[in-house]
């Protein structure tokens, strides 16, 4: 961001540059200001389209724990929980493997290893999700069911499909992080005889911890938007799971899920429709705020994300 | 356990863990070939689905999912060029570029169903085009903005201060220095944003399906008005909507896209990694 201004002094020529090459450069301001116009015209028609929900639906019934859309009954409680239960899983395995992945990429590995993990990671980011979650659907759920549970399309079977695709945010923002730890501190450390696990453990990862903070975010962002492979390995019972560890292996059904499959078959304009673009109005919200708080800590770190990447 | 023991557990640990994530992403791509490759030859690329979806080839799907990237470039590259040369070149450092800024990480974050929901509300319904495949384009379009603005922005800004001290040093004029200096020069970067941008869109399958997918069509989309099959979807469909899908249909299907996406991801990293090899500055 302090690269901003990139030319020095004054504009030579400026009073000679035709008014063409003055539209040229208004378009190309109008082009930059649009990505704010953009993200406010998204929220504007989920807004249109879902705000007639809080209005049609009573609160005490949005708030309730039934989602039966035939009996007019469109409660969210149970749709967040599977979200929210479906996501904590994928993070709780994605975060420490892909710390542990950044950490070796960024200070254990040779140079050699690192240029065929980072194309490998880069090759997993770009694998559709519907392929992952067909793969979920086809390999996954049915050997979960064969290691005992009463069927293999649980809130498990989506998290570990979700941590995978959730791994490449979070070891590339993670080795952001650890890259933006002076060298200095790694020198300090090894020269007054620590190891160089000491090392990473004790320095380098406290010093990249608003870093990591971030990658954290940035994979919960994307785990909670998830919607394909969910939809195809959760198995899509709206209920609300009893406390404990058994809520893991049971079918859930998350926000996105129930927006793919049933918006193809409401009408257009009916409670039904207004609920699921209120589910959207939700779900913007809620990655709004963690990419705003996370933008916002990288912002405050000084750093531009990825810049070293090219 | 003494110190250095504990480092070269914990080393040889981290080590294991790495291997144990990446080893997966080839296992997945190798099984996917194993169990695909048989269902694949000319005629499934070529022929229409027919008996229920359950027999022929993936052809209109294939080919729709075509149309709709290259619809997607034409809807999403002059704006996101347009927009990294903006944020390179002209912003200042100021609340409204930090605007902007903002507003770019969050598009990226926003879910894809959400994409989805703003097609639907926005261009099927609001503008009147239907389910179609321009709807579609305009959706995808600007999901792929911040992938392709991101990566062309970095592009241009790697491109050294020197080039543009002399430029302007003999005369040229800002946008002169940038069309005839910096871009040429970013190019390979900005391809390959473009590139990252197109294999996010052919991969989708959340914001099209309200927006141009069909389940299955007997005719090709004959203007961008129409709607059309896609490959993401009828992957969804054969592997969960249709009983007695033969299995070696829907791998085949699914090793078709990603090889199709995966094709896309690799020439933008070898671009990239010839960029770095053979820089010069």
Redesign the interface.
């Known amino acids: 961001?302090?690269?901003?201004?990139?030319?020095?002094g004054s504009?030579?020529?400026?009073e000679?540059?035709h008014w063409g090459?003055w539209i040229?450069?208004k378009?190309?301001?109008?082009?930059?200001?649009?990505?704010?116009v953009?993200?406010g015209?998204?929220f504007f028609?989920?807004l249109?389209?879902g705000l007639p929900a809080f209005f049609e639906v009573p609160l005490r019934t949005l708030l309730g724990g039934r989602w039966y859309p035939i009996e007019n009954l469109f409660g969210l409680w149970p749709l967040l929980v599977g979200s929210l239960l479906v996501t904590a899983g994928a993070i709780l395995i994605a975060v420490p493997?892909?710390l542990?992945?950044a950490?070796?990429?960024g200070e254990?590995?040779p140079r050699w290893q690192r240029e065929i993990?980072k194309?490998?990671?880069?090759?997993?980011a770009?694998?559709?999700?519907?392929?992952?979650?067909?793969?979920g659907?086809?390999?996954l759920a049915p050997l979960i069911q064969q290691a005992g549970a009463s069927t293999g399309l649980t809130a498990f079977t989506g998290s570990i499909i979700l941590a995978?695709m959730s791994?490449p945010t979070i070891i590339s923002s993670s080795e952001d992080a650890l890259s933006a730890v002076p060298t200095e501190y790694r020198d300090g450390a090894l020269a007054i005889g620590a190891?160089?696990?000491?090392t990473i453990?004790r320095v380098v990862v406290p010093a990249a911890r608003s870093g990591i903070v971030i990658a954290i975010m940035?994979g919960i962002?994307?785990a909670?938007?998830?919607?394909?492979a969910v939809l195809?390995v959760t198995g899509n019972a709206a209920n609300v799971p009893a406390l404990g560890l058994g809520m893991f292996f049971q079918p859930v059904r998350t926000m996105?899920a129930t927006?793919?499959a049933e918006?193809?078959e409401v009408a257009?304009g009916s409670v039904h429709y207004h609920t699921?673009?209120a589910i959207?109005i939700l779900?913007?919200v809620i990655?709004?705020a963690?990419?705003?708080l996370?933008?916002r800590l990288?912002?405050t770190q000084g750093k531009r994300r990825?810049?070293s990447?090219? | 356990m003494s110190?250095?023991k504990?480092?070269q557990l914990?080393?040889a640990l981290?080590?294991t863990?790495?291997i144990?994530?990446?080893i997966?992403?080839?296992l997945?791509?190798l099984?996917?070939f194993y169990n695909g490759l048989s269902a694949l030859n000319w005629e499934f690329l070529t022929t229409a689905p027919y008996n229920g979806l359950r027999q022929g080839g993936i052809m209109p799907a294939l080919l729709g999912t075509v149309y709709l990237t290259f619809a997607t470039a034409i809807v999403s590259f002059?704006?996101a060029i347009?927009?990294a040369?903006?944020?390179?070149?002209?912003?200042?450092?100021n609340r409204?570029?930090?605007?902007?800024?903002?507003?770019?990480?969050?598009?990226?974050?926003?879910?894809?169903?959400?994409?989805?929901?703003?097609g639907?509300?926005?261009f099927v319904?609001?503008m009147g085009f239907g389910t179609s495949i321009i709807a579609g384009a305009l959706t995808l379009g600007?999901l792929t903005?911040p992938v392709v603005?991101?990566?062309a922005e970095?592009?241009i800004?790697?491109v050294p201060?020197e080039f543009?001290?002399v430029s302007?040093?003999l005369?040229?004029?800002?946008?002169?220095t940038i069309r005839y200096q910096v871009l040429p020069q970013a190019l390979p970067?900005i391809i390959?944003g473009i590139i990252l941008g197109l294999?996010r869109a052919?991969?989708?399958?959340?914001p099209i399906?309200?927006t141009v997918a069909a389940v299955y069509l007997p005719e090709l989309p004959k203007s961008i008005f129409d709607q059309s099959m896609a490959l993401?979807y009828h992957?969804?469909v054969i592997?969960?909507q249709v009983p007695g899908m033969p299995?070696s249909v829907?791998y085949g299907t699914?090793l078709v896209?990603?090889l199709l996406?995966?094709s896309?991801?690799?020439v933008a990293?070898i671009i990239?990694t010839n960029?770095?090899r053979h820089r010069q500055w």
């Open positions: 961001m302090e690269q901003t201004a990139p030319f020095i504009r030579p020529a400026a000679q540059r090459e040229i450069e378009l190309i301001q109008v082009a930059g200001l649009s990505t704010i953009i993200i015209l998204i028609f989920l249109r389209e493997l892909g542990i992945t950490i070796y990429m254990i590995a993990l194309p490998l990671i880069e090759m997993l770009g694998i559709p999700s519907i392929v992952l979650g067909f793969l659907w086809v390999v995978y791994l190891t160089q696990w000491q453990w940035l962002g994307r909670i938007g998830e919607t394909m195809m996105t927006i793919a918006m193809g257009n699921l673009f959207g779900l913007f990655t709004f963690i990419n705003s996370a933008g990288v912002g990825r810049s990447q090219l | 110190r250095q504990t480092n914990m080393i981290i080590t863990i790495a144990i994530v990446v997966p992403v080839i997945v791509i099984f996917m002059p704006l347009a927009a040369i903006y944020l390179a070149e002209y912003a200042r450092d409204l570029t930090r605007a902007v800024r903002l507003a770019i990480v969050n598009l990226a974050g926003i879910p894809s169903i959400v994409y989805g929901l703003f639907l509300g926005a319904l609001f600007i903005l603005i991101s990566t970095e592009a800004l790697a201060q543009r001290t302007l040093s005369g040229a004029t800002r946008w002169q970067g390959t294999g052919a991969g989708e399958t959340a399906l309200f993401p992957l969804y592997a969960t299995l829907q699914a896209l990603l996406v995966l896309l991801t690799l990293t990239r960029i770095r």
